[in-house]
């Protein structure tokens, strides 16, 4: 091997190398940027897609079953034996839907402060029903939280589990007790709930939850105490049970059912996204329930009602909670939901209910997009 003749690369070859390896590996690095970016780009736009319909699913269902009351069809008829302006929110099914719409910063109109259940900073309950046993107690929603420019609504109905009665009761029997089935735990004492038939139906408190027999076994049929009228003290204690009808009994066709009540509302999420804000959701609460967080990434919340003003089943004309005269002339809602791909995809899109960020309106790098849906109510009057 002839030494002398043996090379290697000049300073001029080795610069040339290190060029190119350099503009290799910046081709390289673009390609996985740009590879992350439509990744994540993707996964913001199937987020949307899923939070959207979801939203509209959960709404949808509780459209459908609002203002179910078994076969008992005419709300007018409907009684009560606790009084009128003393039945809570939770549980007044005269009223199918209750919708509040967005007036500005912090307000609603119908205001929301005087009748929504809720539940302040420190705490304290306001308008929120609360049992002897506490069921309710703390579970109202922090209206501070809710936020500005997003509607709410609330939808009621019976429970479609049903419990029958297992004897006849007369109407004006005063504190009767309803035998009804095994193993029930649709409701508890206090409860407000409805018995039904296809003619008559009552709202009545449960006062007591029995055994059907003395030192029978907790799996037998349990007694529902329907009565207690001496105690006017108690704004939800139950007068002589008494309705109008073409019969002047509850017979074993008739029904007890629990009455539900699911509010929908906008506020912060208990999550943080990949740029450390805090992402809004779609809460829900239901019942005595306190509010849960239903579907990340729901920024806005909007409805429109359909109101029937000649009764032949169609909307007349559609508008905002505050202009709705009869809550029993509804027969279809459009809702509106926007939605955010969560985390900072580069989105350059504004939020639809104020700035997306508290330091300003500054791009907050979030995709958005708008669903809309029409839904009929089944249930019309």
Not at 330 to 358: E, F, Y
Request: glycine share 10%; charged share 15%.
């Amino acid at each position: 091997m002839n030494i002398e003749n043996a090379k290697g690369f000049s300073l001029v070859e080795l610069m040339i190398s290190l060029v190119l390896g350099t503009v290799v590996m910046a081709g390289v690095a673009q390609l996985f940027v740009a590879n992350s970016e439509a990744y994540n780009l993707l996964e913001g736009q199937s987020r949307m897609q899923e939070s959207g319909r979801i939203s509209l699913d959960f709404i949808g269902r509780n459209v459908r079953l609002a203002g179910y009351r078994g076969c008992f069809s005419r709300n007018d008829e409907l009684r009560s034996t606790v009084e009128a302006n003393n039945i809570p929110y939770e549980f007044d099914l005269r009223f199918a839907v209750a919708g509040y719409d967005a007036q500005g910063p912090g307000m609603w109109a119908p205001g929301l402060a005087t009748v929504l259940p809720s539940t302040n900073s420190s705490g304290v309950d306001t308008n929120v029903f609360t049992t002897v046993g506490g069921d309710g107690a703390g579970a109202g929603i922090d209206l501070s939280q809710i936020v500005s420019g997003t509607d709410v609504i609330t939808f009621r109905n019976l429970s479609q589990v049903e419990a029958r009665l297992a004897a006849e009761l007369l109407l004006e029997t005063s504190n009767p007790s309803v035998s009804i089935g095994v193993g029930w735990n649709e409701f508890d004492k206090d409860h407000l709930v409805m018995i039904h038939d296809c003619e008559k139906a009552a709202i009545f408190r449960v006062t007591e939850l029995l055994p059907n027999l003395a030192g029978a076994p907790s799996t037998s049929n349990q007694d529902l105490v329907i009565g207690h009228d001496m105690d006017d003290a108690d704004a939800t204690r139950n007068l002589t049970l008494q309705l109008s009808g073409s019969s002047n009994s509850f017979n074993t066709d008739a029904a007890v059912s629990a009455i539900e009540s699911h509010t929908y509302f906008v506020a912060p999420g208990s999550g943080l996204n990949n740029a450390g804000s805090t992402p809004r959701s779609l809460w829900r609460k239901s019942g005595l329930q306190p509010p849960v967080e239903l579907v990340e990434g729901v920024e806005d919340l909007q409805i429109l009602y359909g109101v029937d003003t000649d009764n032949d089943q169609a909307p007349n004309q559609y508008l905002p909670a505050n202009l709705v005269i009869d809550w029993r002339q509804l027969t279809t809602l459009i809702v509106t939901v926007v939605v955010n791909s969560i985390d900072d995809t580069g989105g350059t899109t504004m939020s639809s209910a104020g700035c997306p960020v508290p330091a300003g309106c500054a791009v907050d790098g979030l995709q958005r997009r708008t669903f809309t849906q029409t839904f009929q109510l089944r249930n019309h009057g």
